[in-house]
């Protein structure tokens, strides 16, 4: 059984940074396509990054992108979001997921979630 436990949410002041992190259990990680979702309140789940299993090349939202980076380190099964520049927009739960695929930015590819971590970010 695949298993993912986010971590490293938390209240934060815009224009600051947090480093979210994902831990993967089951299953074979370095062969999952990985990705961060976040779902604000009354809004629909958005791709935030991921990255590939082949190539390890990462790809963004375009309302993240220079702000956010995605990494992924498969000797440990986890893969990070580190986050920069934080504005209140960014708000919302933010959740990993696994994919037997490249999963890409459609939600629909991924087959695995883990539980969701809250972020904050105040004005």
């Known amino acids: 059984q695949v298993q993912l436990v986010e971590s490293g949410g938390g209240l934060v002041q815009a224009g600051g940074s947090l480093t979210l992190s994902c831990a993967v259990s089951g299953g074979t990680f370095n062969r999952y396509g990985m990705g961060w979702f976040r779902q604000a309140p009354g809004k629909d789940r958005k791709f935030v990054a991921g990255i590939n299993w082949s190539d390890n090349r990462a790809y963004y939202a375009d309302s993240v992108q220079a702000r956010f980076t995605v990494s992924r380190d498969n000797s440990k099964n986890s893969v990070s979001l580190q986050m920069n520049s934080l504005k209140p927009e960014d708000t919302a739960v933010y959740s990993c997921?696994?994919?037997?695929?490249?999963?890409?930015?459609?939600?629909?590819?991924?087959?695995?979630w883990g539980q969701g971590t809250q972020v904050t970010v105040s004005s």
């Open positions: 997921a696994a994919s037997g695929v490249e999963g890409g930015r459609d939600y629909r590819y991924y087959d695995y």
